[in-house]
């Protein structure tokens, strides 16, 4: 298993121009979601999912867009870039959105933007 | 809704001596209790949990949590650091009823003198 892969690594943007992180998961969960992480503030989350179809916003949500169309992938669209979302992104899943359940995290986007 | 405190933004031990991450949580009922380390330039990978049970929790890499309700904490120990913990570490905390996404500490950053 390759687990939750991300992709890119790294990205850097000027304002106003879009991009999609892109998430995938091959573990079968059910549950993904998005954290950003930024110095001093831990991780944020931004949207999650409990399945095909079905999303909700989190504590960021705004100038973020999600959809999920599969259950393998999960990306994360930014419409237009601006200077406060330069941060990390962690895309992260777990079986059926228990609250015992792990969360298995990709290794992250760097982005920043200009 | 619940919440989780990690009081020491950054803790510094010499190597070979023992350590304490401290977590303290706020939460109704019995809470999901997870400490994640984060090494540099990766994700996030579990160390150990907690959601029922002896409420001394053994982790990898010689890692230990106890669980003391009456001070709501659950607080990641270790007796001997190593070079190779030097890391991020997170507490997290998910609803036992109700809602199943975690909430997550700052972090606490570890550094380890030679």
């Known amino acids: 298993n390759a687990g939750v892969t991300q992709t890119p690594k790294f990205q850097v943007l000027k304002t106003g121009q879009s991009m999609t992180l892109q998430c995938a998961q091959d573990?079968?969960?059910?549950?993904m979601s998005w954290y950003r992480q930024d110095p001093g503030m831990g991780l944020r989350l931004i949207h999650y999912?409990?399945?095909?179809?079905?999303?909700d916003q989190g504590e960021v949500p705004n100038g973020y867009n999600v959809s999920r169309s599969t259950t393998e992938d999960f990306p994360l669209r930014l419409l237009s870039a601006a200077p406060s979302q330069t941060s990390v992104y962690f895309c992260?899943?777990?079986?059926?959105?228990?609250?015992?359940?792990?969360?298995?995290f990709g290794p992250g986007t760097r982005l920043t933007v200009l | 809704a619940q919440s989780v405190t990690q009081p020491d933004i950054h803790i510094t031990v010499s190597e070979g001596a023992s350590l304490e991450l401290r977590c303290n949580y706020s939460?109704?009922?019995?809470?999901?209790l997870f400490w994640y380390v984060q090494s540099p330039g990766q994700g996030l990978q579990l160390l150990l949990k907690?959601?029922?049970?002896?409420?001394l929790v053994q982790g990898i890499k010689g890692f230990e949590a106890e669980f003391k309700r009456s001070q709501s904490s659950f607080n990641l120990r270790k007796p001997s650091v190593h070079w190779s913990d030097a890391a991020e570490y997170f507490c997290?905390?998910?609803?036992?009823?109700?809602?199943?996404?975690?909430?997550f500490g700052r972090g606490t950053s570890l550094i380890v003198h030679p």
């Open positions: 992260a899943s777990s079986s059926l959105a228990g609250s015992t359940d792990t969360q298995y």
């Open positions: 573990m079968n969960h059910e549950y």
């Open positions: 999912s409990v399945g095909a179809g079905i999303t």
């Open positions: 939460y109704g009922a019995t809470p999901y």
């Open positions: 907690y959601f029922s049970g002896d409420t």
């Open positions: 997290a905390v998910s609803a036992s009823g109700g809602s199943y996404i975690p909430t």
